[in-house]
């Protein structure tokens, strides 16, 4: 299958700072990428979908001035933490579908997530 | 209601037993049905995935989806403790747009 990178695996901040975290399909282009966030215990929430050129969609109830979501180029989207502070301590995961991915399964290709930790 | 809905168990099974995990869904236009299974701490891995009504078999796994009772399933035979994970049922309408359940935590007792 496809191979979404994620990078950094963890991190740790001060609250008040921001935190950018990286998503690349290191084998085809990924045309949409999806942020998805995953508090313990519960099920993957998706935050947004980003198009290669063009603004991302938040879901409802995301800040969008808050998570900052790029998507330049179609191997590479990135999710900046702004301002970030406790309660965003969270799993972060990042997904991609797109040119060369696809196996017609409709199956999207999952990073392998960033944890997020806030003091 | 939730869309997708999944017991959160955890489902104890022993090894060697039939581990069956059930999901419901409320939107009669899902097209696209997924199971996901998701160790502590990592990212989803793909299972299953299933479109028709009827049973779909990949080795020790059986996804059954009943499209009248808005309802899923992955059965997993000869379980094995590797197999303990939480497993998310995911749901779709065509798109890449994954609605998740909660998941079920199944743990297989050596």
């Known amino acids: 299958g496809a191979v979404v990178s994620q990078h950094p695996s963890w991190v740790i901040c001060k609250s008040g700072t921001s935190v950018k975290i990286e998503c690349r399909s290191l084998?085809?282009?990924?045309?949409?990428m999806f942020w998805y966030r995953q508090f313990p215990k519960q099920s993957l929430m998706l935050m947004a979908t980003?198009?290669?050129?063009?603004?991302?969609?938040?879901e409802q109830g995301v800040e969008k001035d808050k998570f900052l979501i790029n998507h330049a180029s179609l191997t590479l989207s990135t999710l900046t933490v702004t301002s970030a502070h406790p309660e965003d301590s969270s799993f972060y995961i990042c997904?991609?579908?797109?040119?060369?991915?696809?196996?017609?399964?409709?199956?999207?290709?999952f990073g392998e997530g960033s944890r997020l930790t806030v003091l | 209601q939730k869309e997708v809905e999944q017991n959160s168990g955890p489902l104890s099974v022993p090894e060697g037993a039939i581990a069956s995990l059930n999901c419901t869904y409320s939107?009669?236009?899902?097209?696209?049905f997924f199971w996901y299974r998701q160790y502590s701490g990592k990212s989803p891995e793909l299972i299953m995935f299933i479109y028709s009504n009827g049973d779909k078999e990949d080795g020790r796994f059986t996804a059954q989806l009943n499209k009248a009772s808005q309802y899923v399933s992955l059965l997993i035979r000869d379980s094995q403790p590797s197999d303990s994970a939480t497993y998310l049922c995911a749901v779709t309408h065509g798109t890449y747009k994954y609605i998740f359940g909660t998941g079920t935590r199944l743990k297989v007792l050596a």
């Open positions: 939107d009669r236009g899902s097209q696209s």
């Open positions: 980003s198009n290669e050129g063009s603004k991302a969609t938040y």
């Open positions: 997904s991609a579908s797109g040119q060369g991915a696809e196996s017609n399964t409709g199956e999207l290709f």
């Open positions: 084998d085809f282009q990924a045309t949409t």
